[in-house]
């Protein structure tokens, strides 16, 4: 059963556009929501991660926006540059458990920015 | 440098042997994970734990086995009971960290072959 659906699997987008991917999720105890960014042949590195009680969270150029009624979430990538040529994958987890706290990743998206 | 080592970085396998992955991390991390990843299937998980000599099956353990001796370790075997174990295995531990609660940080991944 798949909790963390991801979309698209594949994304071109021009420099200097605007990347835009979507998650939605099953478990309304999720509460630690989550973006990584992969390179090939690297591990995941942290991006950017929300908590669902606000709607927004913005780092540099990368924005979360998150809906808790239609338990979706998204990542804006601004002004995209082909150095953010990567693999992204959205996750959730259940923050406060104490123990046991696993993160549940989406499927991933490859995304490509050209010039 | 803190952080989480993998090794080695490329391993060749003969159907019917078992192996073994390496995982250490000096970050003083409590919990380590081990994922696998597959194109187009994100992260998945196969073994966690939360703190020395306890560990827990994932959503994937059939065919894989671990041990959780010390604090910085986490090896996995692979077994000759895994029937499609060519993949890239990525380490990861997690500890609370401020406001990143739920933060894992991963290792730079084995590519296993099988031949």
């Known amino acids: 059963q798949q909790q963390v659906k991801q979309s698209p699997q594949s994304l071109i987008v021009q420099k200097g556009g605007i990347s835009i991917i979507n998650c939605a999720y099953e478990?309304?105890?999720?509460?630690?929501f989550p973006w990584y960014q992969q390179f090939p042949g690297k591990g995941p590195a942290l991006l950017i991660a929300?908590?669902?009680?606000?709607s927004e969270k913005k780092e540099g150029r990368f924005t979360i926006s998150f809906n808790k009624s239609a338990k979706q979430f998204s990542l804006h990538i601004m002004d995209s540059q082909p150095g953010d040529s990567a693999t992204y994958f959205c996750?959730?987890?259940?923050?406060?458990?104490?123990?046991?706290?696993?993160?549940?990743f989406g499927t991933g998206t490859r995304l490509q920015v050209t010039l | 440098d803190g952080g989480i080592t993998q090794s080695p970085k490329y391993l060749f396998r003969k159907e019917g042997q078992n192996v073994t992955l390496s995982c250490e991390q000096n970050?003083?991390?409590?919990?380590m994970y081990w994922y696998r990843q597959d194109p187009g299937q994100g992260l998945r998980l196969i073994y966690y734990?939360?703190?020395?000599?306890?560990?827990q099956k994932g959503d994937i353990a059939e065919g894989y086995s671990v041990s959780r001796e010390k604090k910085e370790s986490f090896p996995l075997t692979v077994t000759s009971a895994q029937k499609n174990p060519t993949a890239f295995y990525l380490c990861?531990?997690?500890?609370?960290?401020?406001?990143?609660?739920?933060?894992?940080?991963f290792g730079p991944g084995t590519r296993l072959t099988v031949l």
């Open positions: 990861a531990s997690r500890g609370p960290t401020g406001d990143s609660y739920n933060e894992q940080f």
């Open positions: 478990n309304t105890a999720f509460d630690y």
């Open positions: 929300i908590r669902p009680d606000v």
């Open positions: 996750a959730a987890s259940i923050r406060n458990t104490g123990t046991a706290s696993k993160l549940t």
């Open positions: 970050l003083n991390h409590d919990a």
């Open positions: 734990s939360q703190i020395v000599n306890d560990f």
